[in-house]
């Protein structure tokens, strides 16, 4: 399966990359900014510090994750865009958005649900869009 390193669509991994980078800063940072302090138990309280990882991190994170669906895109060796979208529900709802909840579902996310609601559209869709930018790029 580690045989196909090298067929990995790599303009489409780093464009896909960047698109999700800037859709989860819009998202997060403008969209649902209070809905997720909300969902955190933090309305009200100061926005925490920016730190270095909160910028970075995620965007290694989406890097992973992209790179990952590239890779498997080879190894199935999916072309067609009905596959890449069937790729990118199945990745995006079995995994991701499974894991979202997983991850809020512990005693330090006062509104586990709320959390996972408002966090794994964003999961779901980029893995499509990724499917989509692996396929057509």
Do not use: K
Request: charged residues 10%.
């Amino acid at each position: 399966m580690f045989a196909v390193v090298s067929e990995i669509n790599w303009i489409a991994v780093a464009v896909s990359t960047v698109v999700l980078a800037g859709l989860g800063a819009v998202y997060f940072m403008f969209v649902i900014p209070r809905q997720y302090a909300s969902a955190l138990g933090r309305e009200g309280a100061p926005a925490p510090e920016r730190r270095t990882i909160d910028g970075i991190g995620p965007l290694l994170c989406t890097l992973v994750n992209v790179l990952t669906s590239g890779l498997l895109f080879a190894a199935l060796r999916i072309t067609s865009v009905g596959d890449a979208l069937t790729f990118g529900v199945v990745v995006g709802v079995g995994y991701l958005a499974a894991m979202t909840f997983t991850i809020a579902i512990n005693p330090n996310f006062p509104h586990p649900l709320r959390y996972g609601l408002l966090n794994a559209p964003y999961f779901v869709v980029g893995s499509v869009l990724t499917g989509l930018a692996l396929v057509l790029i």
